[in-house]
C-alpha cells in the first residue's frame, strides 16, 4: 500500500491533497478547487512506498473543462426557414446545411469548437472534419439533456478567411415514413417526429496576444438545403454531388444565391429540446471509424456487383469513383446470400413489401469523387453495388467500419480454432452494436434494449473498459424514465431512450402471454448495472446519482405486482429454445436479484433502513420463489421445469438453499446432457447458466456445449459460417446481435481464469484459477482491470505437465487455484495454503502435473 499526494495547478492557483494515506488509485473524487467553464487544469502526484521513500513528481497530465451549463453558450439553436420534410409532390426535401465565415488576422494561441445538432450534424472547418466524432451527438433524451463535443481546431484555421460549416441528418431525431423506403415498426409502435434539423455552434478563438473572438451560431449565419438529399437512421442515405454549391465547405458558397439567413428555432417548454434543455458534455468516448476493410471477393450477379467483406460487421460503404456527371451508384447491404449468390436482405428487415435499406451516391462528374454516408449506418458483410458500368476495383468501394471508441480490456486465445472463432466473432457482435448506446442489432431496430445490455455485461465489461460509457447508458435509463402525471409513472421501458412507445400488447407466444412493454429482467437494468460497475470499477457515482429512480422502478414492479395477483407481466427467457421454463421464474429471479442487489446498494451509500427494506424484500421474493418453483421427485431437487434455464437461474441468483446447491447443480448438469449438449437457454438465462457450472467447478460442461457443432450453440454458429453472433443460437433472426455474448467473459474467467475475488471490490483481490478442459492443450488471457493488466497463459504438454504463468498487478493479491493438481515446481514468492497459492504483485511460473 502506498500513500499519495496531489499537486493541482490552475493558472496562478495550486492546491495540494497533503499526504493522503491510502492504497486507492482509481475512482479519487477531486476536490478542493471550484473549475469553471474552459479552464485547463494540471495535475502532478508522487508516492511514498511503505519504508518512508518518496517517489519523484509525475510528469503533469491535464484535462480541460468545457462549457459548463447553458448560461456559458452566447450561441443559439439555428433552423432552415424552408425546410420541410417532405415537398408539395411527396419527393424528400434535402437536408439543411450551415455555415459561417469569419477572418482571423493573427496567430492563434488557442481554438475551440463546443458544438451539437439535432437530429444529427458533421462539422468542418475550411472544408476539414472537426474532429475524428462521427455520428453524433450521441443518443439522449433530447428534451431532458443534448450532448454536444468540443473540438480542438487550433491547427485548422488560417490566416484570413475561414469557415465553419455544419451538414445535418434525421437521426433518430425526425423518424417518418417514407415511399419505398425500410420503416421499421407495425402496430406495437408509437413513434414521434421530434422537430426540425438544427444546430447550435458556439467557436471560441484566443489569440497569442490574450484577444478571444467567439463565433456563435444566431440568425446571421446562411443556410442551404445541402446535397445530402434523403437520411434516415434506419433505411439508409443519399447524396447528390451536383448539389456542390450547397457544400459549405467556403466563404464564396456562402455567398451563392442557393444561401439564406438561418432563422433562430422557436423553443418552448413543449418542444424538444425544450428552452430550458442542458447542453451537456457527452462522456463517452466518441463513434469513430476504427478501419477500413476492402472487399475479398467481387462477383457479377445479373447487372450488379455483389462485395464480400469477409464477415459482417457494422459500418458505411466508401465510394471512390470516375463516373459521368449523373451516374448513381446504389449500395444496398446485406448480411446473408442467397444459394444463387444475389443478396438476401432478410435478416436486415428490408424486402420488397418493407422497402430498401440503401445508400446512394449520385455524382457530379468532375474527375475522383470519393462519399461515404455520415448520418446513419448498417451491419453487412455483402453489398450489392448498382450503376457501375466497369467492374470495380477492391478500391472502389470498401467499408469503414465504425463503432464507440470504448478501450479493449481483455485477449484471448487458446489451441482451439473453434474457441478462437467464436471469441472474434463475439467481440466483433460487440463492436457492430457499441455505438453512442448499445443496441440490439445494426440495421432491422437498433434498439437500445436495456436488457441487450444487462443480459451481456459481464461480456461486454470483459472486453472493453466501459467505466465512461455505461454510466451514460443508466442516465438514459433514469432520463426515459416514466414521470409522474405519464402512463405507468416508475416504469423503465424496454429501451432507453425511448424513441418509440411500445403499447402495452400482450401477444401469445411459447413461453406464455408475454408483454412487451415493460420487463423486470430489462427494467433492472437501472439497479443491475451500476452494481456492477461498482463491484467491476469501483464506481459509487452511478449508483448513488441514479438512486431515487431505482426506488421509483422498484415501487412501480411493486405496484405492477399487487395488480396483477402476483404475476407480473414480461417476456420471460428470452429468444430460448427451450420454452418449458416457466415465465414467472425467470422474472422473479430477475426482481429477487434487483432487490437483493438494492439492499447491497443501500448499504454501500449508507442507508440503512432502505438496506434493511429492500433486504426485506429480497427475502420475500425468495420465499416466494421457493414455495412456487423448488420441486422434488425421487431423484432429488430441481426447479421449474428442470430446464437449463430454471435450474441455472435459480442457482446463481443465490435462491437454492446450501443444502440443495449440489443436487441442483446435479439436475442442472443433466439438463445439459439431456439436451445434448446444447445451450437451450435466451438471453435472460444464458450468464446464470456459465455462471452456475463455473461456480460449481463444472467448466468441462461448459466446454462440451460452447464446441458442439450442431444447432443450437457457438459451435453451430463456426461450422455453419457466421462471423458475427445471430438473434438466437440456430442462425435465425438477426446476423449481428450481441446479446447472447456471455461466452467471450467465461474464456477469460474460466478458460485463463481471470477472476475477481469473492467480496473484492475493483479487483483488489483475484482468483487465478483456470480450466484445464477438453483437449485444449493451451490458454492465454488478459484483462486490464483498475488496478493494471492482470495476465494468465498456460501450455499442456504431451506428458500432461502443465507451464502456468501468472501475471499479477501492483497493489494486488491473487490466490492462485490448481485443484486436482501438484504442483512440482514454483518461479517467484507464493505462500502455499492447502491447495491455493498467494501470491503478489509480479510475475509467477508454476509448473503442474494433473493428479
Not at 177 to 204: N, R, S
Not at 299 to 316: C, E, I, M, P, T
Not at 382 to 406: E, K
Request: negative net charge.
Amino acid at each position: 500500500m502506498a500513500d499519495s499526494v496531489g499537486d493541482l495547478r490552475r493558472g496562478r492557483i495550486e492546491g495540494t491533497t497533503g499526504r493522503v494515506v491510502s492504497g486507492e488509485h482509481d475512482n479519487i473524487a477531486f476536490t478542493g478547487l471550484d473549475l469553471e467553464s474552459r479552464q485547463t487544469v494540471a495535475w502532478q502526484v508522487r508516492i511514498w512506498d511503505d519504508q518512508g521513500r518518496i517517489s519523484a513528481w509525475s510528469r503533469p497530465a491535464t484535462w480541460e473543462m468545457g462549457l459548463i451549463g447553458n448560461d456559458a453558450w452566447t450561441a443559439r439553436w439555428i433552423e432552415n426557414p424552408h425546410y420541410d420534410y417532405t415537398q408539395p409532390d411527396g419527393t424528400e426535401t434535402p437536408l439543411p446545411v450551415f455555415g459561417t465565415s469569419f477572418h482571423v488576422d493573427k496567430p492563434v494561441a488557442r481554438a475551440r469548437l463546443y458544438i451539437t445538432g439535432l437530429g444529427m450534424y458533421a462539422a468542418t472547418v475550411n472544408g476539414k472534419p472537426a474532429g475524428e466524432a462521427v455520428l453524433e451527438p450521441g443518443q439522449t433524451t433530447y428534451a431532458d439533456e443534448v450532448g454536444y463535443r468540443t473540438y480542438d481546431v487550433t491547427s485548422s484555421l488560417e490566416r484570413g478567411a475561414n469557415v465553419v460549416g455544419v451538414e445535418t441528418g434525421s437521426g433518430t431525431y425526425q423518424r417518418v415514413k417514407t415511399p419505398g423506403h425500410y420503416f421499421f415498426g407495425g402496430g406495437l409502435e408509437k413513434y414521434t417526429v421530434y422537430g426540425e434539423p438544427k444546430v447550435i455552434a458556439q467557436l471560441e478563438i484566443t489569440y497569442a496576444d490574450g484577444r478571444r473572438q467567439v463565433v456563435a451560431s444566431d440568425g446571421s449565419w446562411k443556410t442551404a438545403l445541402g446535397p445530402t438529399t434523403y437520411s434516415s437512421w434506419w433505411s439508409g442515405e443519399e447524396y447528390d454531388a451536383r448539389r456542390a454549391a450547397t457544400d459549405p465547405s467556403s466563404a464564396a458558397r456562402l455567398a451563392g444565391h442557393d444561401w439564406t439567413n438561418a432563422a433562430p428555432a422557436p423553443l418552448s417548454g413543449t418542444t424538444t429540446p425544450r428552452t430550458d434543455t442542458p447542453l451537456v458534455a457527452n462522456p463517452r468516448p466518441p463513434v469513430t471509424v476504427a478501419e477500413r476493410v476492402r472487399p475479398k471477393a467481387i462477383s457479377k450477379v445479373g447487372d450488379s456487383w455483389v462485395l464480400d467483406f469477409g464477415a459482417n460487421r457494422s459500418g458505411w460503404p466508401d465510394v471512390s469513383l470516375e463516373v459521368p456527371a449523373g451516374t448513381t451508384v446504389t449500395m444496398t447491404p446485406a448480411e446473408q446470400l442467397n444459394p444463387d449468390g444475389t443478396i438476401n436482405t432478410a435478416s436486415t428487415g428490408a424486402s420488397a413489401t418493407k422497402g430498401a435499406i440503401a445508400y446512394k451516391y449520385t455524382a457530379a462528374g468532375h474527375r475522383r469523387e470519393t462519399w461515404h454516408p455520415q448520418f446513419t449506418y448498417s451491419g453487412f458483410r455483402y453489398l450489392r453495388v448498382d450503376g457501375l458500368a466497369q467492374r470495380p476495383s477492391r478500391d472502389t468501394v470498401t467499408m469503414l467500419v465504425v463503432h464507440a471508441a470504448n478501450p479493449r480490456a481483455s485477449s484471448f486465445s487458446s489451441s482451439s480454432h473453434v474457441l478462437n472463432d467464436i471469441h472474434a466473432m463475439t467481440v466483433r457482435s460487440t463492436e457492430s452494436n457499441m455505438m453512442s448506446v448499445l443496441t440490439d442489432c445494426p440495421d432491422r431496430e437498433k434498439g437500445p434494449y436495456t436488457g441487450d445490455n444487462l443480459h451481456n455485461i459481464d461480456a461486454l465489461l470483459t472486453q472493453f473498459d466501459m467505466s465512461a460509457y455505461e454510466p451514460q447508458l443508466v442516465r438514459n435509463m433514469a432520463t426515459a424514465q416514466r414521470k409522474a402525471g405519464d402512463e405507468s409513472p416508475g416504469l423503465i421501458a424496454n429501451i432507453a431512450p425511448e424513441f418509440h412507445r411500445v403499447a402495452p400488447v400482450k401477444l401469445n407466444y411459447p413461453q406464455g402471454v408475454i408483454e412487451f412493454l415493460d420487463e423486470v429482467n430489462w427494467g433492472g437494468a437501472i439497479i443491475r448495472i451500476p452494481w456492477k460497475l461498482y463491484t467491476t470499477y469501483g464506481d459509487t457515482r452511478t449508483m448513488s446519482r441514479y438512486y431515487d429512480n431505482m426506488v421509483k422502478w422498484l415501487d412501480y414492479e411493486a405496484a405492477n405486482r399487487a395488480e396483477n395477483n402476483g404475476d407480473i407481466p414480461g417476456l420471460g427467457d428470452w429468444s430460448a429454445s427451450d420454452n418449458t421454463t416457466p415465465m414467472q421464474l425467470a422474472i422473479y429471479a430477475g426482481y429477487y436479484t434487483a432487490a437483493d442487489e438494492m439492499s447491497k446498494i443501500a448499504g454501500v451509500l449508507g442507508k440503512q433502513a432502505d438496506q434493511a427494506k429492500y433486504r426485506a424484500l429480497a427475502d420475500e421474493l425468495a420465499q416466494t420463489f421457493n414455495a412456487r418453483f423448488r420441486h422434488t421427485d425421487v431423484t432429488g431437487v430441481y426447479y421449474g421445469s428442470d430446464s437449463e434455464a430454471s435450474n441455472a437461474m435459480a442457482l446463481d441468483a443465490g435462491l437454492v438453499a446450501d443444502a440443495d446447491r449440489e443436487a441442483v447443480t446435479a439436475r442442472l448438469v443433466a439438463a445439459v446432457r439431456r439436451s445434448g449438449n446444447h445451450i437451450t437457454t435466451g438471453s435472460v438465462a444464458l450468464g446464470p447458466l456459465f455462471r452456475a457450472l463455473q461456480t460449481a467447478g463444472r467448466d468441462d460442461v461448459v466446454y462440451d456445449m460452447v464446441t458442439n457443432k450442431t444447432a443450437p450453440g457457438y459451435g453451430y454458429l463456426v461450422a455453419t459460417g457466421h462471423t458475427t453472433l445471430s438473434e438466437d443460437f440456430s442462425g435465425g433472426g438477426s446476423q449481428n446481435h450481441h446479446f447472447l455474448g456471455q461466452v467471450d467473459s467465461w474464456f477469460v474467467s474460466g478458460l485463463a481464469g481471470i477472476q475477481q475475488a469473492a467480496g473484492s471490490i475493483g479487483y483488489r483481490k483475484l482468483v487465478i484459477k483456470p480450466a484445464f478442459v477438453g483437449d485444449l492443450t493451451d490458454a492465454r488471457g488478459t484483462y486490464e482491470t483498475p488496478q493494471g493488466r492482470v495476465a494468465s497463459s498456460w501450455h499442456k504438454s504431451r506428458s500432461g505437465h502443465i507451464t502456468l504463468r501468472v501475471d499479477v498487478p501492483s497493489g494486488t493479491t491473487a490466490s492462485v487455484e490448481l485443484p486436482r493438481a501438484a504442483v512440482t515446481h514454483v518461479t517467484g514468492d507464493a505462500q502455499r495454503a492447502g491447495t491455493a497459492y498467494t501470491v503478489g504483485a509480479g510475475s509467477h511460473v508454476f509448473d503442474v502435473l494433473l493428479r
